[in-house]
């Protein structure tokens, strides 16, 4: 329990630093603005924890992939409330079995995002770079599914049943 206390405030702190980052308006009407954005700096890079929260992440996708649902729904929980670090915190996609299937987990963890339509999205690039790699992927959705939280949060489906559907796909995985 006090192991799980101290990764809630390392996450915590993380998204402390991360938060006015995220939360930096963003002036749309501006022509320039995709291009500014994506030639800045990373948003970890630029707050300067970018070995942290991706050493914070590991923990988190560690304790979610070993531990009971009740862990696993603690962290869902998390990173519900610590949104800044859910937004900017990735580990770089691997294209190997262990690669894919962190990434799912990553995917499970964060049990949507804020938005189902977002995360199908990633998940049916995450599976064609993947299945461009050789990856048996099929195996993989399901295993992580079963990890996955069974709610219905937003009318689309649950993590567990999208990734399920994903799985059920010929080929595996696109929409």
């Known amino acids: 329990m006090r192991e799980r206390a101290e990764l809630e405030e390392w996450v915590a702190l993380i998204d402390a630093c991360l938060e006015p980052i995220a939360r930096r308006p963003v002036d749309i009407t501006d022509p320039d603005w995709s291009r500014q954005r994506s030639e800045g700096p990373h948003p970890l890079d630029e707050a300067g924890v970018r070995r942290e929260a991706e050493a914070a992440l590991r923990a988190v996708l560690s304790r979610y992939e070993a531990g009971p649902e009740d862990v696993r729904h ?102």
């Open 74 to 175: 603690a962290l869902r929980a998390l990173l519900e409330r610590c949104r800044s670090f859910r937004w900017a915190t990735a580990l770089p996609f691997e294209p190997t079995p262990r690669g894919f299937r962190q990434r799912l987990l990553e995917m499970s963890v964060e049990d949507q995002g804020p938005d189902t339509r977002d995360m199908m999205v990633a998940l049916n690039h995450l599976c064609g770079q993947a299945g461009d790699a050789g990856v048996n992927i099929r195996p993989l959705l399901r295993e992580v599914a079963e990890l996955s939280s069974d709610v219905d949060k937003y009318a689309m489906g649950s993590t567990r049943g999208i990734l399920h559907a994903a799985a059920d796909r010929e080929p595996a995985g696109p929409w």
